[in-house]
């Protein structure tokens, strides 16, 4: 144990300063106890009691005195050189205005500082997300709740509040829209024009939005629901209120509703509320019948009409690869390749491809089947035609969502790649804001490596795909179907002839 | 009604991931980052109680009220006048304590040691082990200093002898109080009780009260919140820094003390006692932020904070519409800085009714106003800013009266909601001192704490209630 003891005559610092000094200085390692006073009477009795001082020193009111104790001399020196240097830092000027304004920590602390918000994006935790709404809409702010894990109880409740308002409320689990040619969420950068669309389905709205800008038409306003805004408990108020405003929508002259199968009642109302609205408007209810069949046709259907035209939806290519192509697709395939593993990260593309490929191909299997029947009992071990949703929340628990880290997907494809069934892995490719930077580049990685694999045990796996985003998104969708063209995927330019070419190169087409 | 989304350029609140602010922007939109947090600290369910309460009618033209009426107070120091006569409803067995209600067995050291130091000093026993037979008996009334208007810093003990200010709000007519300082070092608010302090007591009682209150008597009375306002001006944040206002208070009082004709060697032992201690101001203040905030307890649906105080066992603050009920918490123990020799561990958990100062904007609000004392906010005249800045998220409004020359002259943060600070889990500032958890050891550090968010989740539940039930 040593001890050190300095006086620094006539040098005079607050209390508070010496204090924080001291309490810093005894953090150093080896360091057992710092005192830096003012060597007042009353100071000094103190050290003295507190067993620091070993004789008086020789300092007044007007001296500062240091004692340390310590380990050993070197941990006391540097003690000793911290405080000193401490003594004589002259700190920086830059006192002035405490720094930047610090960010608003809730909506209505942001809106205090920004009047003229009109709209919340919520995108925190679920268990927060439904609060944060309710105050975005108290607050008069219409609402986009991207969130998930919010009962539907409050999903009700907050629109049932919506609707007294007068104020939207997409969500929750709305994962995109389009508002006044802002992309929220995961949007695409498409063209604007006089299309409106409401969707239940996020990556439904995102591949009808692109389709359309491919035909040359426009999106006036994008407006997501959230996907159980069709069911009966909520009853499809978003789709209604969204509806009513692209009806009285000056911008708007053609309106498409998207949707999974909505609650049969609900379903009725929406088709009522569209025929007396007083513009064309397209329905894709998927699997629902009438309207638009798949994603692809809606597109199709809403450019006509927003150019006066009527769409041939009965002449739409099956998909764009030609007979000699799709023979040869099939003739890599040995004998026991007969099966399709589709690896999507959109949810509604999983599901639309069920609805063609099981007329084509017999019960599809799935995580999220169309029948139950076709339920894996090992959402992670494919069997047959399996179509999965790796966006579903038993995939995504605890990672992030395949937009945006591609890893789990890459292994999958690895495992399909190594099955001797698989003679097709079909895969989505989503861009847009929000999604991952380069898909491209980490799928092509993989399907090297599913590919090396699949050689190596002597069979030929055809990928096929399609990019879902436009040549204005980050990611350049050109260049993504470049790169995957590069690895060899089979590219189509929509999902439903993705999985018609699928179902074709494993023998369902002529 | 519908809404008016399409008309509108959109302009985005972002809550949660920040790309989605970034593709906004990117995309000629605007958007308005947010800090997000958990509100109310994670406490869901008074995070929706919360949701439920945000730009309520009722209860913003409630708090409208109550702000308005803490703005309007003036609160003069009138004289000094005997606890047991001046408090209200204060009985000649009655002792008042700090913080929220606490039963005696349950106390904390130096609010016993104070309690047995009045019980003496009372003449109710001779000694300390009749007077702890006495508190024992259940024939001493223990109560907040709260509820009879009154505030005590540390264990803020007010017995019925003592001398007490007696502070009159002219605008409502209310009235406070708040004992006189003793001075630093072995002394009853830390639960010191020997000869030297009750002796201090008696004289306190005997002399510096008749000088006071003889010397406020020829003055007419001092308008606290002009001290308040230029000591804001001259370093002071009037609850751990009081040098300047002391000074202001002394220079007022010189003239008319020597002017009472009372005995000149009184009148100088009385100033001699207030030049001795750079704290004197700090129950004054203490009195005068009570009158202000009694001014706007009481109103029905308001969700403004009219006292927070701690008792060393637990923290507890006041709304104006709840009464005299508390939302109470555990106490925390302050990590500030300490004397030498102490640490922690030997510390009190948070104790005194003078965070009454921050209640009213002062204190740790006013933070930008003290640069000599900014080390306990991390040491740069900036971080004080960002304090006194912090604050006025979750008040209501500033107070234009008490201005911070470092924020351009802006008035200081004022009128603590509730609902903001469970909103947003930007929890109040304090500066406090901190005692040794033994009765009588006395002061061993100072910092700065935050009250804890359990009091404020507790709060917004009642005023949910409130809401659904009225």
New interface residues.
């Given amino acids: 144990m040593s001890a050190l003891q300095k006086i620094f005559p006539g040098m005079y610092r ?1 209390s ?2 010496l ?2 000094l ?2 810093e200085a005894s953090e150093l390692p080896g360091i057992e ?1 710092v ?1 830096a ?1 003012m060597a007042t009477e009353a100071n000094i009795a ?2 003295a ?4 001082l070993d004789g008086l020193p020789d300092a007044g009111p007007n001296d500062l005195l240091l ?1 340390i104790q310590g380990g050993d001399d070197a941990a006391i020196a540097a003690g000793a050189d911290f405080i000193e240097s401490a003594l004589n830092d002259t ?1 920086d000027a ?6 930047e ?11 205090s ?2 009047p ?10 679920g ?2 997300a ?3 709404a ?3 809409l ?5 609402v986009m709740l ?2 998930d894990n919010v009962s539907v109880a409050d999903e009700v409740a907050l629109k049932t509040l919506g609707d007294e ?4 409320v997409m969500g929750p689990d709305c994962g995109t829209a389009i ?7 995961f ?1 695409n ?1 498409v063209r604007p024009g006089n299309i409106g669309l409401v969707a239940a389905s996020g990556t439904g709205l995102q591949q009808v939005s692109c389709l359309i800008d491919d035909l040359g038409g426009g999106i006036s ?1 994008a407006i997501g629901t959230g996907g159980r805004d069709l069911k009966s408990e909520v009853g499809g108020r978003a789709m209604m209120r969204g509806l ?2 692209l009806a ?2 000056t ?1 708007t002259e053609v309106i498409v509703l998207i949707s999974k199968p909505p609650d049969a009642d609900v379903a009725k109302r929406l088709m009522d509320m569209a025929e007396n609205c007083g513009k064309p408007v397209v329905i894709n209810f998927l699997g629902a019948g009438g309207g638009a069949a798949t994603l692809e046709e809606a597109a199709h259907l809403a450019v006509a009409a927003a150019n006066g035209e009527t769409a041939d939806i009965a002449n739409l290519p099956r998909h764009n690869l030609d007979a000699d192509g799709v023979a040869k697709a099939r003739a890599a395939l040995g004998p026991a390749q007969g099966s399709i593993r589709a690896l999507y990260s959109g949810g509604t593309f999983a599901y639309e491809t069920m609805l063609i490929l099981q007329p084509l191909l017999g019960p599809i299997w799935s995580s999220s089947p169309l029948d139950p029947d076709g339920l894996l009992d090992d959402p992670w071990q494919s069997r047959g035609h399996t179509v999965i949703d790796l966006g579903d929340d038993i995939f995504t628990r605890g990672r992030p969502h395949p937009m945006i880290d591609h890893r789990l997907r890459g292994e999958r494809i690895v495992q399909e790649a190594a099955d001797a069934e698989t003679a097709v892995i079909l895969l989505d490719v989503v861009l847009g ?2 999604s991952h930077d380069d898909p491209a580049g980490e799928l092509a990685a993989a399907i090297g490596e599913a590919r090396d694999i699949a050689e190596a045990a002597g069979r030929w796996v055809n990928f096929v795909g399609f990019v879902c985003g436009t040549d204005a998104d980050p990611q350049n969708a050109a260049r993504q179907a470049e790169v995957l063209t590069g690895a060899g995927v089979l590219l189509t330019p929509s999902n439903a002839q993705a999985a018609r070419l699928a179902a074709d190169i494993v023998g369902s087409g002529p | ?6 008309h ?10 920040g ?2 602010a970034d ?2 922007d ?5 958007a ?8 109310a600290g994670g406490d ?1 369910d008074a ?2 109680a ?3 309460l ?3 009618a009722q209860i913003d033209a409630a708090n409208e009220t109550a702000f308005a009426n803490y703005l309007a107070a003036q609160p003069i120091l009138e004289g000094v006048g005997r606890a047991g006569d001046c408090l209200p409803g204060m009985g000649e067995r009655t002792i008042t304590h700090s913080g929220p209600p606490v039963a005696w067995q349950d106390m904390c050291g130096p609010v016993k040691g104070a309690i047995i130091g009045a019980i003496i000093y009372e003449g109710w026993a001779a000694d300390e082990a009749v007077a702890q037979a006495l508190a024992d008996s259940g024939e001493v009334t223990f109560a907040p200093c709260h509820h009879h208007n009154a505030v005590g810093p540390m264990a803020g003990i007010i017995s019925p002898s003592m001398p007490v200010w007696i502070v009159k709000n002219s605008s409502s007519g209310n009235m406070s109080y708040c004992t006189l300082n003793e001075g630093l070092g072995r002394v009853l608010r830390f639960g010191a009780f020997d000869g030297e302090v009750l002796e201090r007591l008696n004289w306190m009682q005997d002399v510096l009260a008749r000088v006071m209150d003889a010397a406020l008597d020829v003055l007419g009375g001092i308008d606290i919140k002009t001290i308040m306002a230029q000591a804001l001006h001259m370093g002071d944040e009037v609850h751990n820094r009081n040098a300047a206002a002391t000074s202001l208070l002394i220079k007022a009082l010189i003239p008319a003390a020597l002017r009472s004709g009372l005995d000149q060697a009184e009148i100088a032992a009385a100033i001699e006692f207030m030049a001795g201690n750079d704290h004197f101001f700090l129950n004054i203040s203490m009195a005068g932020c009570k009158s202000m905030l009694d001014a706007a307890h009481g109103i029905a649906g308001s969700t403004i904070v009219t006292a927070m105080s701690r008792n060393g066992v637990e923290f507890g603050i006041r709304v104006s519409g709840a009464g005299d009920q508390w939302f109470t918490a555990e106490a925390p123990v302050v990590d500030g ?6 640490s922690m561990a030997d510390a009190a958990p948070d104790l005194g009714d003078s965070a009454i100062t921050e209640t009213a904007g002062l204190g740790g609000f006013a933070m ?1 106003a003290s640069p ?2 900014v ?2 906010v991390g ?8 304090r ?3 604050m006025q ?1 979750i008040t209501l409004g500033r107070n234009p009266a008490l201005t911070l020359p ?1 924020l351009n002259f802006g008035g200081t943060a004022a009128a603590i909601d509730v609902r ?1 600070v469970a ?4 929890l109040p500032i304090i500066n406090t001192g901190i005692a040794h958890k033994e009765a009588g050891i006395g002061q061993i ?2 910092g700065i704490t935050r009250a804890p968010m359990e009091c404020f989740a507790k709060a917004v539940r009642w005023a949910a209630d409130n809401k659904a039930g009225g």
């Fill in positions: 607050d508070v300063a204090m924080r001291s309490a106890a005192s006073i103190l050290l009691e507190a067993g620091l004692v700190p830059g006192g002035e205005g405490g720094g304004a610090a960010l608003p920590h809730s909506v209505e602390a942001a809106l500082s920004q003229a918000a009109n709209l919340a994006l919520i995108s925190c935790p268990e927060y439904g609060a944060e309710m105050k975005a108290r607050l008069g702010l219409d991207f969130s308002m007068g104020r939207l508002i006044n040619g802002v992309p929220l969420g949007a950068v306003q009513e405003m009285a929508d911008g804001y929000g | 009604m519908s809404s008016d989304l399409f509108s350029d959109l302009s985005v609140v972002n809550v949660g991931l790309s989605f593709a906004i990117g995309a000629g939109g605007q308005i980052r947010t800090d997000w947090r958990p509100p869901v995070g929706a919360v949701a439920a945000i730009n309520d800085l300490y004397f030498p020799g102490y930008a000599a004392i080390q306990f040491g740069t005249p900036a971080d004080a800013i960002l006194s800045r912090e998220q470092a903001k909103d947003q889990s930007v550090g100072a």
